[in-house]
């Protein structure tokens, strides 16, 4: 089974430009979860996706932050404009059910995107 | 708020040294608790789930316990191989979303 596919690998951006990171899930699952990973620290989740649909956005900056997950499958998340603070591994994940999940679902990383602000 | 903290951040073992990490967590109703293993320049690869007090599970070297407060990582004999950050996250019933602690680095000398 193919598992979470991210691109690019690496991004090295100036200050106020703007980048672009792609997810593909692992397939048949319905929830795909954007994260933000900073040297020595936990991931920390941006937004979460229910299919087509957003779950929880509560932790992403709207102001310079955007994701879309359209046709219910691939991901885009998008910053314009960059500021040094963004440089951050970001993850994404997928998981079969998400909150329809009885207990709890298992959540499959991606190898993740090292984004370095200049 | 739903809490994790991860002990020690870092550990340095002899080959076949056993040792244990722990997560203590504070969440409203505990859903689930999530032991993750991330290598350097990768994204964390999935461990186990744990779901009540009491649970054990176990992968090879590796054996994860729950309690009411706090789980644990047990490593023993470990290899070089075994180095790595071990990640602990838990999902409460108050929220959708995991909450992931700062991590353990662990580091397996030959």
């Known amino acids: 089974e193919a598992g979470v596919a991210q691109s690019p690998r690496y991004k090295i951006i100036e200050k106020r430009q703007s980048v672009a990171f792609w997810c593909n899930p692992i397939?048949?699952?319905?929830?795909l979860y954007w994260y933000q990973q900073i040297l020595g620290q936990g991931p920390k989740l941006l937004i979460q996706?229910?299919?087509?649909?957003?779950?929880?956005d509560s932790q992403l900056p709207k102001d310079r932050f955007s994701a879309e997950r359209l046709k219910g499958v691939d991901s885009t998340l998008k910053i314009q404009p960059a500021k040094l603070e963004d440089s951050a591994v970001y993850l994404c994940?997928?998981?079969?059910?998400?909150?329809?999940?009885?207990?709890?679902?298992?959540?499959?990383f991606g190898p993740g995107t090292r984004l370095t602000v200049l | 708020e739903d809490q994790v903290t991860q002990s020690p951040e870092a550990l340095r073992l002899q080959e076949g040294e056993s040792s244990s990490l722990n997560c203590s967590y504070t969440v409203s109703g505990l859903r689930g608790l999530f032991w993750y293993r991330q290598d350097p320049g990768k994204g964390p690869e999935f461990l186990f789930t744990l779901y009540s007090a009491g649970e054990e599970k176990e992968k090879e070297r590796l054996k994860a316990t729950l309690t009411k407060k706090e789980s644990f990582l047990h490593i023993t004999a470990p290899k070089p191989e075994d180095s790595a950050t071990y990640l602990c996250a838990v999902h409460s019933d108050s929220s959708y979303k995991l909450i992931f602690g700062s991590g353990t680095r662990l580091l397996v000398r030959p």
């Open positions: 996706f229910q299919n087509n649909g957003v779950v929880d």
């Open positions: 994940a997928s998981s079969l059910e998400g909150r329809l999940a009885a207990t709890t679902d298992t959540q499959y």
């Open positions: 397939s048949g699952h319905a929830t």
